[in-house]
């Protein structure tokens, strides 16, 4: 018969078998083609055990986001509009076009900071025909500020900010990201020649 200890130490076995470095790169890796299920949900845990690491589990998730989001981005490249119309709507497909010619790696820098679903800009980016070398560095940058800041705060503040995190932090990136658009085009606007 099983007690409440040996519940436990079977429920933190399982738990420490989802929540390794291996899977959080997987999940990066996979959620920026197609997985519905964030990084982060493996991320945060992994930084609460072991806040000494933030930054490497930081790096692997935003090396292993990185990587998936170029396959997503040949998947646009060479599936083509047709593939990205079928995939979500053309009513959707009418607006990510919209903001790929607008915006361009814009687009990807807010998807890769913001809750807005990066694999839909990874593949946008392909479609759209962004400049991959471009591409890539946005998303390093951008994934990498995401992953980075999330560990930070996991690591300095610990379980308490977790809750935090769940609430705000989505919220707390868009906010950002509009700030540097609106910056981004007064910037634009009120610009003189030299």
Known sequence: ???????????????L????????????FIEAIFFPVPPDTILLPLVLFQPRLALFYAGLATSGSVLGAMIG???????????????VGEETYGRLQELFSRYQVWAVAIAGFTPIPYKVAAI?????????RLFVLVSIISRGARFALEAAFVALFGE???????????????????VFLVAYGLHRRWRKPW
């Open 73 to 87: 981005y040949a998947l646009g490249s060479f599936g083509g509009k047709s593939f990205l119309r079928r995939w």
């Open 17 to 28: 078998l989802a929540v390794n470095p291996a899977s959080l790169f997987v999940v990066a």
């Open 124 to 132: 946008g980016a392909g479609c759209f025909q962004l400049d991959f």
């Open 1 to 15: 018969m099983d007690g409440p200890v040996s519940i436990y130490r079977g429920l933190t076995e399982s738990l």
């Open 160 to 178: 308490p900010v977790l809750q935090f995190i769940q609430s705000y932090f989505e919220l707390i990136t868009v906010l950002v990201a509009a």
